[in-house]
Structures are given as C-alpha cells and as structure tokens.
C-alpha cells in the first residue's frame, strides 16, 4: 500500500511510542506482583509515549495545532489542521497486563477527519486510513463486516467506569442490545473496539461521554472501511458530543434504533 509523506510521519510517531510502550508493558506486568503496583509508573509510560508523538509530529508540522489527553492543547498557527492524540488509550488493560491497549493518531483537516493510524504493540497490529484511499491492517485492506441482521451479530461497548454517570441508563442500553444480538463484547479501549470494526472483527459498537481522541483515529478507519459512523441522532457531530454508533449500513441504523429506545415506565 502507497502511503502519503504525512501519513508516513503518523506511522513512524506511532511506532515509535509504541516501542516506548511496549517496553513498558513488559516493566508492567512485573510491577503487578509488587505491593505498591504500577499506577505511578504507567502515568509516567502515558506522559513520556506523549511526549514522542508530539515531538514527533510538531518536528514534521510546526504549524499544525496539537490535541491530546495528557497535556494543554496547542494551537495552531497555520488554522486548518490539528492533530488528534490518544498516546495510550486503554490505560487501565495496560496497568493490569491486559494486552489490549493502543497509540492513536488523527489528522483533522478544516474539521473532517483525513489521515489516521492506530497501533497496538503488544500485538504488532497497525491500522491505517487516509480519506478515499481506504483503511488497512498492517498491509491487508478492510472491510467491515457483511451481516446484516442483529442477532447474527457481536457488538462491542464501553462500560462507564468509576466516577462517569449515567450507569443506570447504560444498564437500560445494554438490556435492549443483549436481546438483539449474538453477543458483546468490551475490549477496555474504544480506540481498539472502532478498529474491531473497520477490521470486520466487531459488527458494531456504542458508547457515550468519550473525548475526541478515543474517537477520532476510529471514525475514519470505519467510513474508510466502508462502514458508518454517526451520533446517536445519526448525525455528524461525533467528536462534539461525545457518543457513537458505528458499524455497516444495515446493523449501525438496527443499532441506533436499539439503543434509543425508551426507557421503561415503572
């Protein structure tokens, strides 16, 4: 696959944070037999693997703006482009061991999303999109998934954790899904549980109250995959407000349905 000079610098940011990480990792799952445990030491892991993609990026593009989950944004001077940065998303798989965590990377473009690459390096699997030239898993082109029936079908989710609200209202959501669908599932990283399904791994997914990095890199790996991604209105203002429903045609249109449905009366 022919890949552009800027998504060549994504690539190479990601891969090099990765390596960061993946080091880590191993430092990780060592720590977690000790009676302090690791959680000091993977914020350090989270800021240092920021740190790279920054210098990594801003070094290429100067004047592009800079959002990410550990650091003030920056602006850019140039107006039109920002980078988008999750450097370790799934953070809490990472502090347990739990091989399922990523570096994401998104370009955004006079606000549409164009170029993003997702790397998991305790799996080595790299996914990459730019828009109108598709979205890959390491070499191999995407496509969602073909199902078109919910009950044919395993749908992954986020679970709101300590602190986040709405619990109960999650409870209703998950109810109405689990009596549609073959199964669900949740991999602890929405970053991860999108490229699930650009890969056709995942029929689909849902989740609210996350920030535009967990969301960004994903959106365009999904359209690219030629599925879709919406609010659960259906419509584009994803990274603004914080909810998504993905999957292909057929199953994201079943799956927004599904989980707008009412909330029974008592």
């Not at 800021?47 to 800079?66: D, N, Q």
């Not at 679970?159 to 009596?179: D, Q």
Request: aromatic fraction near 6%; proline fraction near 4%; glycine fraction near 12%.
């Amino acid at each position: 696959m022919a890949r552009s000079a800027l998504l060549n610098v994504m690539v190479q940011a990601a891969l090099k944070a990765g390596k960061s990480l993946g080091r880590d990792f191993g430092e990780v799952q060592n720590l977690q037999v000790s009676v302090r445990g690791p959680g000091d030491f993977v914020s350090a892991a989270d800021r240092k693997a920021e740190k790279i993609v920054r210098e990594e990026l801003m070094k290429a593009r100067p004047t592009y703006g800079f959002l990410a989950e550990e650091s003030e944004e920056i602006k850019g001077t140039d107006g039109a482009h920002r980078w988008i940065v999750d450097p370790l998303d799934g953070t809490t798989n990472f502090l347990h061991g739990i091989p399922a965590f990523a570096v994401s990377i998104a370009l955004e473009r006079n606000g549409e999303i164009v170029a993003a690459v997702v790397f998991n390096p305790a799996t080595d699997e790299l996914y990459t999109a730019e828009r109108g030239g598709g979205a890959f898993l390491n070499d191999r082109r995407l496509r969602v998934a073909a199902r078109r029936v919910l009950s044919d079908c395993v749908i992954g989710c986020g679970v709101p954790a300590l602190g986040k609200r709405n619990h109960g209202k999650f409870l209703v959501e998950l109810r109405h899904v689990m009596g549609e669908v073959a199964g669900i599932r949740r991999l602890g990283s929405p970053t991860l549980d999108l490229a699930y399904v650009a890969a056709g791994r995942f029929d689909g997914f849902w989740e609210a109250e996350l920030a535009p990095w967990d969301m960004a890199a994903g959106i365009l790996l999904i359209r690219e995959a030629g599925g879709f991604a919406s609010d659960w209105d259906g419509g584009a203002a994803i990274l603004e407000g914080g909810a998504i429903v993905a999957g292909n045609e057929h199953i994201h249109k079943a799956l927004v349905e599904v989980i707008k449905r009412p909330i029974p009366a008592k």
